[in-house]
């Protein structure tokens, strides 16, 4: 495996400063210029990721340290830029912003995990000198750091650019490799926590487009790219496979999973990690097909289902077929907005749109947050994916909340961090159903692909046992 692949991690002081919107220009530049781009993206994020994948033509692999251990997240980032030419971390929030008093989780902490350069990204709006203070503070807070360069980001025209310049490097020693002005936000509409996912973006192929030009024209990026080489890597003898050749010899089973604009969060490592268990995947879109295919199992990600709720509303033969799935056994594993399409409704601006109806859950929306940020949840009710007991950490992203619920429901996890349904529970229950708030990260938690499998095995089998009786009466 090669440890010597050029590589950036983009971050920023905060939030907001246009990481994503260069990280993408970045990705679709190289890519347009005939680079092979294995982007990432830091913590558990599908937004962004799904941007970068667009912009590259490639999975984007999200690395987290929370949800994994740093020899799983290590091992994944070099095992996905096996065979390109340049690895793109994007970071979030600001450089050094962690969990805890250390930083633990941070940019920073990804960066020195993969010896990954970092391009800062600033927004220098109504600042000058200032600037250069808080580029110092960053080199110093962390020498272990490699700040190789920065990106003047919000420029009010090339004088201010210039003051910029001169001060960063003149106090730093850091070079200044850009100076990018104010994009118009038609080009790059943003929601809830980031921008739009970019299969709901009617101009996406535009709006990267663009980016890849203001980057091509404000950006030095060949000397960019000779400041992407890494140093000698620490200990790469460590870096552990987490795949499993797959040994088994029983026929593969095949598991549905819902793909469309509707719900497209997905970690690509989920996807492959129940492929490398045996299973065959097939996607459904809730938007468009009417049944179900033969499966199974089915796996329903998250995603913005309010956005979408008349359609779903409309391909009422699928809520039907997947309601009659639930209750005859199919195991079904859904995360957020899968949980709310297997609830009773979407309430929106007093409008009730009927979903799934597998459980008496109804689900209102809120302008701010109502889960954001990282889980840890305890397994202590009887559910088919996971053992009791079981430690599961994972993250929240979502503006919904449970307006009702029927009082009774089973319920598999007991919240350690979190907001999950409510009252310290998440993970509602349903014969061979889990459907909860809570996103999992199939390499930090090992257990789901294989018990996911296991189910859609057992179900398979009862399926033709079910059909062998029949066809001998």
């Known amino acids: 495996m090669r440890y010597d692949i050029p590589r950036i991690t983009i971050s920023a002081l905060r939030g907001g400063s246009g990481k ?7 990705a679709a530049a190289w890519t347009q210029a005939g680079m092979k781009v294995a982007p990432f993206k830091k913590g558990p994020d ?9 912009a590259t033509g490639r999975h984007c692999y999200n690395l987290d340290t929370y949800l994994c251990e740093p020899d799983v997240v290590r091992t994944s980032f070099f095992r996905h830029s096996q065979k390109t030419d340049i690895a793109l971390i994007e970071g979030n929030r600001g450089l050094y912003d962690g969990i805890d008093l250390a930083g633990s989780t941070s940019t920073a902490d990804i960066a020195k995990l993969v010896d990954a350069p970092v391009l800062l990204c600033l927004d220098v709006t109504k600042s000058t000198r200032t600037m250069a203070a808080l580029v110092l503070g960053c080199l110093h807070f962390d020498p272990e750091v490699r700040i190789c360069g920065v990106i003047l980001n919000r420029v009010a025209g090339t004088r201010h650019a210039g003051i910029l310049t001169k001060t960063i490097e003149h106090h730093t020693g850091v070079p200044v490799l850009g100076a990018i002005p104010k994009l118009r936000e038609q080009d790059f509409p943003e929601r809830h926590m980031g921008l739009v996912p970019s299969q709901e973006h009617g101009w996406a192929s535009h709006s990267i487009r663009t980016a890849a030009a203001v980057v091509k024209e404000h950006v030095d990026l060949e000397r960019l790219l000779r400041l992407s080489q890494p140093t000698v890597l620490r200990n790469p003898e460590k870096n552990k496979s987490f795949h499993k050749a797959i040994t088994t010899e029983e026929k593969p ?7 469309d604009a509707a719900f497209q969060f997905y970690y690509p490592e989920n996807l492959e990690a129940l492929e490398e268990e045996g299973a065959v995947l097939v996607p459904v879109s809730s938007l468009e097909d009417g049944r179900l295919p033969d499966i199974d199992a089915l796996y329903i990600g998250g995603g913005f289902p309010e956005t979408h709720a008349a359609a779903l509303v409309g391909n009422a033969s699928l809520r039907k077929e997947i309601l009659e799935a639930a209750n005859n056994g199919l195991p079904i594993y859904a995360e957020c907005g899968g949980l709310m399409y297997l609830g009773e409704a979407l309430v929106l601006d007093g409008t ?7 459980f008496p859950v109804r689900f209102g929306f809120s302008e701010k947050p109502q889960g954001h940020g990282y889980v840890r949840v305890t397994v202590d009710g009887d559910n088919p994916f996971y053992p009791k007991g079981l430690s599961i950490l994972g ?3 979502r503006y919904s909340r449970v307006e009702a619920i029927e009082e009774g429901i ?3 996890f007991s919240m350690g961090r979190g907001v999950g349904i409510g009252k310290g529970r998440d993970g509602l229950v349903f014969r061979n159903t889990l459907a909860a708030y809570t996103h999992i990260h199939a390499m930090g938690t090992p257990q789901w692909a294989p ?3 296991a189910q859609a095995r057992l179900f398979r089998a009862s399926k033709e046992k079910a059909t062998s009786l029949s066809d001998t009466k």
């Open 410 to 412: 089973p319920m598999a």
């Open 352 to 358: 009730c749109y009927p979903m799934c109806g597998v």
């Open 46 to 54: 599908y937004i962004d990721a799904g941007w970068l994948a667009f």
């Open 451 to 453: 018990s996911l499998v």
């Open 395 to 397: 993250h929240e992203f």
């Open 20 to 26: 994503t919107i260069l990280s993408i220009g970045l």
């Open 253 to 259: 089973v095949t598991i549905g999973f819902i793909k």
